[in-house]
């Protein structure tokens, strides 16, 4: 069984601050890797991908790969209440058409 | 640019009741969609892919199934519901050998 591993939270953060979510995959051979956000009842929508060890930003998004210790990590910038939602891990587990596994999520609340 | 529809929004059916719901991607050609499931407080559960017209692939045995009659539509279906398919369905799309799913806005599916 393939996992991706994400700590439920809920992670509070106080706003303008730095959020940090962490993410841990078991399957070796995963090249891709994805950041989608979720705001309560309502569908996931990409923040990110990331395919190279590394950082990549976008914005107030950095996204951290680590591909020998397995680590993906996603780090908000300047925490606004806005950034109140539940963040999902997608890992490509195989497959050509893209098969993603998701983490459970981590519910990241912003207080003012 | 492409747009994702997922009907209807909100379903409430009874125990044994058949169901379908629909998916429709609009500009753009041969996308492989795919089919999820997210119960209450979990993570997102792949249930079916389709990579064209016919080709369906499941990924959880169960009392589901799906059909993509045109090229940009895609189908779930159930015979007779059971309480455990009750939860948030989600309908995704993805271009050629990309990865990168973006999803429609889902069907909340309460099943009593």
């Known amino acids: 069984q393939k996992e991706v591993e994400q700590n439920s939270g809920p992670l509070s953060v106080p706003e303008g601050a730095i959020a940090s979510l962490n993410c841990t995959y078991s399957d070796r051979g995963s090249q891709s890797f994805f950041w989608y956000r979720q705001y309560s009842g309502k569908s996931p929508e990409l923040i990110m991908s990331?395919?190279?060890?590394g950082d990549k930003e976008d914005g107030r998004f950095t996204a951290q790969l680590n591909k020998a210790s397995q680590y993906v990590s996603l780090l908000i910038r300047d925490s606004q209440p806005s950034d109140s939602a539940t963040y999902l891990c997608?890992?490509?587990?195989?497959?050509?058409?893209?098969?993603?596994?998701f983490g459970a999520g981590t519910q990241v609340v912003v207080t003012p | 640019s492409q747009t994702i529809h997922q009907w209807p929004a909100t379903l409430v059916q009874p125990v044994g009741s058949p169901l379908s719901l629909e998916c429709t991607v609009e500009?753009?050609?041969?996308?492989?969609l795919y089919w999820y499931r997210q119960a209450a407080g979990r993570g997102l559960q792949l249930l079916f892919y389709s990579v064209g017209i016919g080709q369906i692939s499941s990924e959880v045995p169960q009392n589901l199934s799906a059909s993509r009659p045109q090229d940009r539509q895609f189908i779930l279906s159930s015979k007779k519901l059971l309480l455990s398919d009750s939860g948030f369905y989600l309908c995704?799309?993805?271009?050629?050998?990309?990865?990168?799913?973006?999803f429609g806005p889902g069907t909340r599916l309460t099943v009593l």
């Open positions: 995704a799309w993805s271009i050629g050998t990309s990865d990168t799913q973006y």
């Open positions: 990331i395919y190279s060890n």
């Open positions: 500009g753009t050609s041969n996308p492989n």
């Open positions: 997608a890992v490509n587990i195989g497959g050509s058409w893209g098969k993603l596994q």
